[in-house]
């Protein structure tokens, strides 16, 4: 059963750099049918799209945060990572890393992380 | 800046239909946004109900159905139960790798 953890800290000061990693287990990250996305959801808010990582590097960012945002891929760790710079207190939220299929024209997150809570304050 | 819309809130009694609709600020909804459908239960991360439209991810209960209705994504719940109070998101892809979520509906089943 594949799996996706996040992890880093769960509090940022303002101005500084967001770091967060995904472990991927039970799969290979390395494949061309999946995407590897990171999506936060501001506490009591909607969901909003990051950006995606493809394990060859190629990637996607939602274009009102990319000039901020920065995703890569260790696929000799089977990981991927956000880096989100500048960050203020409207970074807070719960940051999940989530899956992208392809399979069988599935498009849709079809794995998601339990999600981890970020703080930005002082 | 597109932005997806969605109903804030609905409510349904049990037994009872709904249609939650997502929208597009500017423009029609198409198949090509390959509209897919969410719900999350608080605490929880979101769980694929639709995808491509119209597709039921596996084990999604036949109660829920995808479609296009005019300009707009459409998620029905036929025969709602108790459970099926959640919170509800769609998703649009926009092209060049770009996904956008709606703001979500918050379905109450009272």
């Known amino acids: 059963q594949l799996q996706l953890q996040e992890s880093g800290p769960g509090l940022v000061k303002p101005s500084e750099t967001l770091s967060l990693i995904c472990t991927v287990s039970?799969?290979?990250?390395?494949?061309?049918?999946?995407?590897w996305d990171w999506i936060r959801q501001p506490p009591g808010k909607g969901l909003e799209w990051i950006g995606s990582i493809y394990y060859s590097g190629s990637t996607y960012y939602n274009p009102s945060l990319k000039s901020r945002v920065t995703i890569s891929v260790d696929t000799s760790r089977n990981q991927f990572s956000l880096n989100l710079n500048s960050v203020t207190a409207a970074d807070t939220a719960v940051y999940y890393c989530?899956?992208?299929?392809?399979?069988?024209?599935?498009?849709?997150?079809?794995?998601w992380g339990q999600g981890t809570l970020v703080t930005v304050s002082s | 800046q597109t932005v997806v819309t969605q109903e804030p809130s609905f409510s349904v009694s049990p037994g009872g239909t709904v249609t939650l609709t997502c929208g597009l600020s500017?423009?029609?909804?198409?198949?090509?946004?390959?509209p897919t459908w969410y719900q999350q239960t608080p605490g929880q991360a979101p769980r694929t109900l639709i995808y491509?439209?119209?597709t039921r991810s596996s084990g999604v209960p036949d109660r829920f159905s995808g479609s296009i209705l005019g300009n707009k994504a459409a998620l029905t719940i036929t025969g709602a139960q108790a459970d099926d109070e959640s919170d509800y998101y769609c998703a649009l892809y926009m092209g060049s790798g770009v996904w956008v979520f709606g703001g979500g509906t918050k379905l109450t089943v009272l």
């Open positions: 989530a899956r992208y299929t392809k399979v069988a024209a599935a498009y849709n997150f079809d794995y």
């Open positions: 500017s423009g029609s909804v198409s198949t090509t946004n390959y």
């Open positions: 039970g799969g290979s990250i390395s494949n061309n049918y999946y995407h």
């Open positions: 491509i439209t119209d």
